[in-house]
């Protein structure tokens, strides 16, 4: 099979990101992931989730939202990595790139967001609804996405482990203001992190069925939603 690997530097946003491009032969969509406070392109969790989808066909983006030189200023502020609306606007950004570039351009695009990075996903889908065609939050923070959640018509899934209670209940108020199709899936013995055996296997998989539900190839020059 003919599986397109690459390391990337993408310039976004008036930045440049690194982040990693797996393609498999024949993609059936292409997903974006939006990482969580203080993680990055190798967080093992959101790479064994990318594994799951690219199994089934599905191309994979990580990326890393803040440069070298911002994760060591923010390792002491912690600053940058809960400005939602600056993760959003490159998490934006990126899926513009993901439209355009060579090995995945015409491929729906979905977007994978991790604790704060699942506010910077819907943000992202409120803001390009021509291009963002399904959301799935893992553990997320949805709420922080504030006004944006009103503005989300993408079909959205929210993951939650079932011993995280008050994510639960920040995911469930979320739920009420989303206005497009929404589910809330609850993953029995999981906590925040999804560590405990078979959970993060287990969202894995529903998020692997949710964007193969939803995702669909695209005409080139559709409108990217600006």
């Known amino acids: 099979m003919n599986v397109v690997e690459k390391s990337l530097h993408i310039p976004v946003a008036g930045v440049v990101l690194e982040a990693d491009v797996v393609v498999p032969d024949q993609a059936r969509g292409v997903v974006l992931f939006a990482h969580g406070s203080g993680s990055g392109r190798h967080s093992p969790r959101n790479r064994r989730v990318a594994s799951e989808l690219r199994v089934a066909g599905l191309a994979t983006v990580l990326t890393d939202l803040?440069?070298?030189?911002?994760?060591?200023?923010?390792?002491?502020?912690?600053?940058?990595?809960?400005?939602?609306?600056?993760?959003?606007?490159?998490?934006?950004?990126?899926?513009?790139?993901?439209?355009?570039?060579?090995?995945?351009?015409?491929?729906?695009?979905?977007?994978?967001?991790?604790?704060?990075?699942?506010?910077?996903?819907?943000?992202?889908?409120?803001?390009?609804?021509?291009?963002?065609?399904?959301?799935?939050?893992?553990?997320?923070?949805?709420?922080l996405a504030g006004e944006h959640l009103s503005d989300v018509f993408q079909p959205t899934l929210l993951l939650v482990g079932g011993d995280d209670p008050v994510v639960i209940d920040l995911n469930r108020e979320a739920l009420t203001r989303l206005p497009g199709e929404a589910r809330l899936e609850i993953v029995p013995g999981a906590s925040h992190l999804f560590e405990e055996p078979g959970t993060l296997e287990q969202a894995a998989r529903l998020a692997r069925d949710w964007f193969l539900l939803h995702l669909r190839p695209v005409a080139h020059h559709a409108d990217l939603g600006h």
Do not use: K
Request: net charge negative.
């Open 66 to 143: 803040l440069t070298p030189a911002e994760e060591q200023r923010d390792a002491w502020t912690a600053e940058l990595r809960f400005s939602i609306g600056l993760l959003a606007a490159r998490v934006a950004a990126l899926t513009d790139w993901v439209r355009m570039y060579s090995h995945t351009e015409g491929l729906g695009v979905g977007v994978f967001g991790a604790s704060t990075g699942a506010a910077a996903a819907l943000v992202a889908a409120a803001e390009r609804p021509g291009t963002v065609q399904a959301v799935v939050s893992r553990g997320g923070r949805p709420d």
